[in-house]
């Protein structure tokens, strides 16, 4: 249905925004009775209004009172550039497996600011139907990985044990961002992955898991870490060694040794502070 916002705003609508302000969570009969008036294109005119002051407890009574029974509509809103915002502000409050698709094909949305909003707006969605799209886009390098990950991090346990089921079919690119997102929520069973990641050569990955042994403080890692300063990047070296310093590993020293003479500045660097640091101990 197309949406007509030329017209005058009529008295009625700034009152009702004013009762609705007044109003508690929990919606008044008569309010209820004042709201069932009014058409689509008013509801929607109303919660433009008063969408930018509501709290979130409020916005969702209201949402769900005015469009529960209209989610096509509001989804079909999300086509129309002027309307996109206050479409996906509604749709948060919707729950359904066609809000959610929607809103997660809006992370590719070349306008920064509506990703942020879809991907908060996903975070009030049902976890159990946000987790397995997330999931599936993000194994298939379909959508950002921030933008993926800041909705996931949002859904707890079960975002969680997903991405450790999904670890295992994941290509490297993305198990670098399975890595990453157990890494941000502190999830230290990622420990079953790192010697098969420190193994790979794939650079992202292996310099993932470096740094999950850094984070989580595996330390029973360190001869495997050792093992990425023979023929490997410079990146890694430096991130090898800057793990081996952290642990204080002085089994490394010869290996280490030569890296003082090493052709890069960094890795050179890097080797020097491993032995300045022992030397202190």
């Known amino acids: ?68 029974e209209q989610a096509e509509q509001v989804r079909a809103q999300l086509e129309n550039k002027t309307e996109i915002k206050t479409a996906i502000f509604c749709l948060q409050y919707l729950p359904a497996p066609e809000t959610v698709q929607a809103l997660v094909n809006l992370l590719n949305q070349h306008e920064k600011v509506i990703q942020l909003q879809a991907a908060e707006a996903l975070k009030n969605q049902p976890p159990r139907l946000v987790v397995p799209v997330l999931i599936e886009k993000l194994l298939k390098n379909e959508i950002p990985p921030a933008r993926a990950g800041e909705a996931l991090m949002a859904m707890g346990h079960l975002a969680q044990d997903a991405l450790l089921d999904a670890y295992q079919q994941a290509s490297p690119e993305a198990k670098v961002q399975v890595l990453e997102l157990l890494i941000i929520s502190q999830n230290p069973k990622c420990e079953r992955f790192l010697s098969e990641a420190l193994a790979s050569e794939n650079i992202n990955l292996k310099r993932a898991a470096l740094k999950a042994i850094s984070v989580f ?51 050179r660097q890097a080797a020097q502070k491993y032995f300045t640091i022992l030397e202190l101990e």
């Open 1 to 68: 249905m197309a949406l007509f916002f030329g017209r005058k705003k009529t008295p009625e609508l700034v009152v009702l925004a004013e009762n609705i302000f007044k109003a508690p969570v929990k919606l008044p009969l008569g309010l209820k009775r004042k709201l069932n008036t009014l058409n689509f294109e008013e509801c929607w005119a109303l919660i433009k209004k008063v969408s930018l002051d509501l709290d979130h407890l409020k916005a969702r009574s209201l949402v769900r009172f005015l469009f529960a």
């Open 217 to 267: 403080l595996f330390r029973d890692f360190w001869p495997k870490v050792v093992e990425c300063l023979k023929d490997s990047p410079w990146p890694i070296k430096v991130k090898s060694l800057q793990v081996l310093t952290r642990f204080r590993v002085g089994e490394a020293k010869e290996v280490v040794r030569p890296l003082l003479e090493d052709e890069d500045p960094w890795v």
